[in-house]
Each structure stands twice: as C-alpha cells, then as structure tokens.
C-alpha cells in the first residue's frame, strides 16, 4: 500500500485506479527492478505523508527529483540531512535570508520542517534514474501530480501556490486564481536565479497571505 497521510486516500483513491497510473506502476516498479532509481521506493510518495492534505496551506512545485546518490527524499527540492546542499537549495536559502531578515541559517537541507508545518513540496515527476535528469518524464507521473494540484485547488482554500521557472509556471491553468495566490518567479538554479528568483520574496508574501486569511505563518 501506498504510504500517505490518511487524509489524501479519498482525494486520489480514484486516481490510483486509473488505467494510466496502474501502467505506470508497473514501468516504476520495471524501473527499480532493474537499474539505479531515486527517490527510495520507500519515500516516492513522502511529499503526501508528511503534509496532510488537510493541512495543505503553500505548495512549491518541483520538476525532477535529485539524481544523486542518498539526495532525494521524496520532497521537492530538499536532500536528507548530511547530504550536501545543492545549488538551487543554496540559493533559496539565500533568498529566504534576504526576504525574512533574522532566519537562521538552515542547518541542513532537509525540508520536513516546511512539511509538517502546510508546505507540500512536489514534483511533477516523483522518480528519476540514478545520473539521468528527465528520465521519468512523460510516463504518467505528470498527469497523476497535475491532479493532485487540481485537487489542491479545489479542495482547500487559500493556498499559495510558488511556481519557479518556466515549467512550473504552466501549471498555472490548474489552479483556481480567484481563492489562491500564485507567485511566479525564475527558477533558482544557478543559471536563472539572478533573472528574477532573487528578490521576488516568496516566503513573506505566502506568510502575509495566510495571515490575512486566518492561518499560522510559515516559520521557514
């Protein structure tokens, strides 16, 4: 069985039943079966166990995750504690520093705290091959996560959605923009951070959002 939070089984119980996501269960499992794959068959579906999805309030989409040895953990754009932090990462550090003065340096790059605290950290593609970026793409995960996002939309309210980059920011047609807020920005990546990441101040503007709509801050 799948290991989520008890609270998304009825919101993707009819997803898993789907021709589409049945065939790509069994190219995955084909997949881990034969050569090198991230995250651990363990943690493929970390992001919806450790953020309820009656406790969604920010979700921050991803593309791949890491292709790295013991990087990926299932939550877009973290790595597991002891790993080192990788560039994109650095560099929303970095922004967070600057958008939220007097955040201490994160001690890790391990994004379970945002986790438990509303942040859903997804990406569009939930596995990827060991040093093949884009590997998993196209084989069904998109339509599963692109449900997930209109599910988000549909079924909670006021949730701040942050796209960075291009990719993410076509997902914006999932998203119902007249209970949420959508912030856009360049993706953190060292080759597009300076095109518009920096500076956009994500993190207090979902905080002023949720506090203008009854909700606890984000500590990030």
Known sequence: MVKIAESWRPVLAAEFEKPYFQKLTAWVRGEYATTTVYPLGSQIFHAFDACPFDEVKVVILGQDPYHGKNQAHGLAFSVNEGVRTPPSLQNIFKELQDDIPGTPAPANGNLDRWAQQGVLLLN???TVRAATPGSHQKKGWEEFTDEVIRQVSAGRPHVVFILWGAYAQK??????????LVLKAAHPSPYSADRGFFGSKPFS???AW???HGEQPITW
């Open 124 to 126: 569009a593609t939930l």
């Open 210 to 212: 949720l506090e203008q």
């Open 205 to 207: 503007k979902a905080n």
């Open 171 to 180: 997902k914006d047609e999932l998203i119902d923009t007249s209970k949420h």
